[in-house]
């Protein structure tokens, strides 16, 4: 909004030139998106004390985690909702209205906070949220959703390509559809296992978001993209300012969501930047990239699908518990430690990505 603005009265005034530029209106949205989670915190608290919205430990029956999470019955829940609300007025604050990447970003964002907030008040009012089927199933239509308006889309475009390969794109048609539901799937639902410890999922998300938002930024410029030999995509540079929302935001949430959290972030949190993480990837065509930056989200992923599996096929556990922090908390790791060397696991693989895109 504030391009639409100020930039037409740049003739005026000269320094109303600086909204044209993708970096200035990124840094002013991580400022802003920081203020604004900083400004309504405690409000959004009283509001989710009296609504008596706290968490309901629920570990599936193992004991041991139960006691080590008993402390954590009562903490307030579903702050994710301050993130989205920080993340939603500062996007349509600096980015340009008439950039389609963006709308497209803010719609997945929006469904899947939607349906993460049924879930959290199911499970607030009825000690259970939504069937695994039943979750699968609004996440696959939402990513089916995208799929289609990036399959007919003029501005989209429908190829693969990969990471250390400059000249390997793969266009896949209208499997694209197929491919975008199970991104928003895959990625909605990794940060959903991963917010199982304090600050542990927002601290891997803000790493993601600072790649991606560079990402982002390399794409939609044509002499960056061609010198890196990745594909140049028009218009993408604007997702530069989601991303740093979601940095200034996640920033200013871990401030009271670090361990011992004050309020959790909840599937509506969890879902929803999940959702948007994995959109934008789709959008600037590094899916695969992404599999790299957030290889913690796979991890806990893979834990997951491979108890499950071991438990139906074998019998027997493959971990101790599972998502894999829960894993080591069994095994005697205080939720700190878990914490901060995941979060270097994460940092780590971010770094990796970037690498990347100059090995090809």
């Avoid at 000690?127 to 695994?132: D, E, F, T």
């Avoid at 927002?202 to 938002?213: C, E, P, Q, R, T």
């Avoid at 205080?334 to 914490?339: D, Y």
Wanted: aromatic share 16%.
């Amino acid at each position: 909004m504030i391009y639409h603005l100020f930039y037409p009265l740049t003739k005026y005034f000269f320094a109303f030139n600086l909204t044209k530029y993708i970096t200035f209106r990124s840094g002013c949205a991580f400022v802003t998106s920081f203020i604004v989670v900083m400004l309504f915190w405690k409000f959004t608290l009283r509001r989710l004390k009296r609504l008596k919205i706290t968490e309901k430990v629920d570990m599936y029956g193992h004991v041991h985690l139960e006691a080590l999470h008993e402390e954590k019955k009562g903490t307030p829940t579903m702050g994710g909702i301050l993130i989205l609300f920080a993340i939603f007025s500062t996007t349509l604050l600096w980015a340009r209205w008439d950039n389609c990447f963006i709308w497209l970003v803010l719609m997945v964002t929006l469904f899947l906070g939607s349906l993460g907030l049924y879930d959290d008040f199911l499970k607030i009012k009825r000690g259970k949220g939504l069937s695994r089927s039943k979750k699968l199933l609004w996440q696959s239509l939402i990513g089916i959703l995208l799929g289609i308006l990036i399959a007919v889309g003029k501005n989209y475009t429908t190829t693969w390509s990969f990471p250390f390969f400059k000249k390997l794109i793969v266009d896949i048609g209208y499997f694209y559809i197929f491919w975008a539901a199970l991104m928003v799937v895959a990625t909605s639902n990794a940060v959903n296992f991963t917010d199982g410890l304090d600050g542990l999922a927002i601290g891997a998300l803000i790493s993601n978001a600072l790649i991606f938002g560079v990402i982002s930024y390399i794409v939609g410029h044509m002499k960056f993209a061609n010198y890196l030999f990745i594909p140049y995509v028009s218009g993408a540079g604007e997702l530069t300012i989601f991303c740093f929302s979601l940095i200034g935001a996640g920033l200013a949430f871990l401030w009271f969501n670090s361990y011992p959290a004050e309020v959790f972030m909840g599937d509506v949190g969890a879902l929803a930047l999940g959702g948007a993480i994995g959109t934008i990837a789709l959008l600037v065509k590094q899916e695969f990239l992404l599999f790299i930056s957030g290889g913690l989200f796979v991890i806990e992923a893979l834990s997951v699908i491979l108890q499950m599996l071991s438990v139906k096929f074998r019998g027997k556990r493959l971990f101790k518990a599972a998502p894999l922090h829960h894993h080591f908390q069994v095994k005697g790791w205080k939720e700190p430690k878990i914490i901060i060397r995941f979060w270097i696991i994460s940092i780590m693989c971010a770094v990796l990505s970037l690498l990347t895109l100059k090995l090809r």
